[in-house]
């Protein structure tokens, strides 16, 4: 109903200036140039595009302006301008004004659901949600093992007379590694890696230049027969791995809450816990703010191993007894490659499915999956991956998590989420896949030259696609892959969730992955940090001082100072309109810079009156005394403000929480400011001397 009645008003409102336009000739263009743009309006509000048909309005309003004979053109563009800006300040602090008053200032359901922008009371004022996570430190000092134990297998070749050059060796020559050493990384101590060379004869070859190659962040000792060696990590190195961890972790959780919007978000550290406390009551936005600080973003590129059978053996010996529930062994035909003729070769290989059980979320049966598999014998360089399976009902084609299944994997990421460049959610333009979305990645210069190499040595075999030790998908390779881009699908064949994971996905990577995964320890619901009394004092503070500055203006400068009370009340609207489309909270400290931005709004008015007032002293007419002192105290203006804004931008770059509210606010209101003093007042100002006689006065005290 709202949207037909929009759509009619904006195309009688096209037809008049048409009609306006065709007998006014002097006006003629700016009036169609109206006609147009509410004739876009119209076709906006058919469509229900909210902000376009608010902005083709603003368009078609500025164009009737533009034809109405007040004053002299300049006059009515800048008084256009400080309409406009007025109007969308108030639609957009429409819903806020609504909800501040407890309904005053009622807000129609259907502008509400469409100006989404809310300015809420920050967590020392209302309190909020504090959530404690701990970070497993422990997981960061393995991935750093991990990567002596790839760096040692390459060592190792070259040692063993078996590779050269700077090259990683393939999977041959790393076999051949294994057949003359065994290299053990600790599963029970993350910092340790075991060396045994099994071939006495060829002890000799681990010498001096390799132990050199590690010696400097690991501690080793050798049996006395020089076969075998424990390398260790040392202490110092570990504490240091377990700092960063945090530090990056931290950073990255404080980063992804920001590029939510402002939310005087404030992340601290202790120990190995991480303590975010976000203002607010919306449970909602508290659950989706969970599980994107919850979200690792660990991606790895992994190959899959289909040319080992592994779970064909346990299959044929295992009997139903000494499996979980739900456990089946399935077979599928995968893809090896291909041979030396081009042909692709093929063969079947088993699979584990675990079904979810009924009144079982999929994490309990992934849960119980990995305990099974956790009972294996796996080799050293091989791993084990999980893939959802979902289910569609025929009837309604409503899809369900149906379980998981297993991907018999290479241990070793062939590229990983530090060779992201970039993740951006995108439909799925391939065919037969309208409404389909997926996630895609742009590498790095390194990371595209590795992509390149793997997809070209790989062909016609599948690619495991893994985040947070979940596989998103394991395509099958078709051929080389060049340009640095790859894509992830989504699991699930439900659009608006795949858009939803799609976008989610996007956030995370782009803000980074977490050094190590990190799990909520603790969480409570918290009260404002002030005291009712602290805040009472605080506002009604800030509130009196504003309120002494606005009637100082009018005591000292009489009318004149009214019209600078007056654009100090649109810098104050303008301020709040801005911070509200950040979904900014407001703090007490925010509070704070709103009132010393009234005070400096006030000084730009005070520098234009008393470069008025000297012009008038001088003999010159009011209109001309307006004029000169504007242009006189611009650049004073500009001087004054600029420094201010260069220490916001400073405070709101190495500040955080609150400090940060702060230099944003103050940031915001002297942009403010210098639009108010600099345009509205002027309006207002012009307005004044063009309706005086030649006879009259200025009133500037």
Known sequence: MIQNVLQYSHAVLAAVLLAWGQVSRAHRLPLFIGAVFAGAGAFAAHHDAFWAMACCTIGALWGLAAAVDVFDLGWRMRFSLVMTAGALALLVLWP?????????????????ERVTFRLVAGLDLRGGLRLVYSVDVSEAVRDKRDRYYEDMQVELAKVLGLHSGDERPGDAILEKVREKVTLTPSREDVGRIRLEVKDPAEAAKVDARF?????????????????????????????????????????????????????????????????????????????YIRDIIGQTARLEFKLVDDETDFFGPIARTATPESLPSGIRFDRETVPLGVDESGEPRARANTYVFMARSEGETSTQALSRLKEWTGTLQLPEDRDIGYEMVYETDPATLA????????????????????????????PDQSQGSFGQWLVALTFTDQGGRIFERITGDNIKRRFAIILDKRIESAPVIQNRIPGGRATITLGSNDP???????????????????????????????????????????????????????????????????????????????????????????????????????????????????????????????????????????????????????????????????????????????????????????????AWVRSLDRTAKLDVG
């Not at 076969?227 to 990590?233: A, D, G």
Request: with cysteine; proline share 3%.
């Open 211 to 287: 132990l050199e190659r590690f010696q400097g962040e690991l501690a080793f000792s050798r049996s006395d027969d020089q076969r075998v060696l424990e390398f260790r990590m040392k202490e110092s190195v570990a504490s240091q791995i377990r700092e960063r961890a945090v530090g990056q972790a931290k950073d990255i959780v404080h980063r992804r809450i920001d590029e939510m919007g402002l939310r005087e978000a404030s992340v601290s550290t202790r120990d190995e816990d991480i303590i975010i406390e976000v203002p607010g009551e919306d449970e909602a936005s508290f659950a």
């Open 496 to 686: 608006e969730v795949q858009l939803r994971d799609a976008r989610k996905l996007e956030f995370v990577l782009r803000s980074g992955a977490l050094p190590a995964p990190i799990t909520p320890s603790n969480e409570q619901r918290i009260g404002p940090s002030l005291g009712r009394d602290a805040i009472r004092l605080g506002v009604q503070g800030a509130a009196a001082g504003s309120i002494l500055v606005l009637i100082f203006m009018v005591f000292y400068y009489r009318r004149a100072g009214l019209i600078a009370d007056l654009a100090v009340g649109m810098n104050l609207l303008l301020q709040l309109a801005v911070l509200c489309s950040f979904n900014a909270s407001m703090t007490l400290p925010g509070i704070a810079g709103l009132a010393l931005t009234i005070g400096m709004s006030v000084d730009s008015n005070v520098l234009i009156n008393e470069r008025i007032r000297d012009e008038l002293r001088h003999g010159k007419s009011p209109r001309t005394a307006v004029e000169i002192g504007y242009d006189r105290a611009f650049s004073a203006i500009i001087d004054g403000h600029l420094t201010t804004i260069i220490s916001g931008v400073v405070l709101a770059q190495f500040g955080t929480g609150p400090i940060k509210g702060f230099a944003v606010t103050l940031i915001v209101g002297v942009i403010a400011s210098v639009f108010t003093g600099v345009m509205v007042s002027r309006v207002m100002f012009d």
């Open 399 to 426: 899809e369900s998590e149906a379980g998981w299944r297993t991907f018999f994997l290479k241990g070793r990421a062939e590229i990983t989420g530090d060779l992201i460049r970039d993740a951006a959610a995108t």
């Open 96 to 112: 806020t004004l609504d909800a501040m008053t407890g309904g005053v200032i009622p807000c129609p359901r259907w502008v509400e």
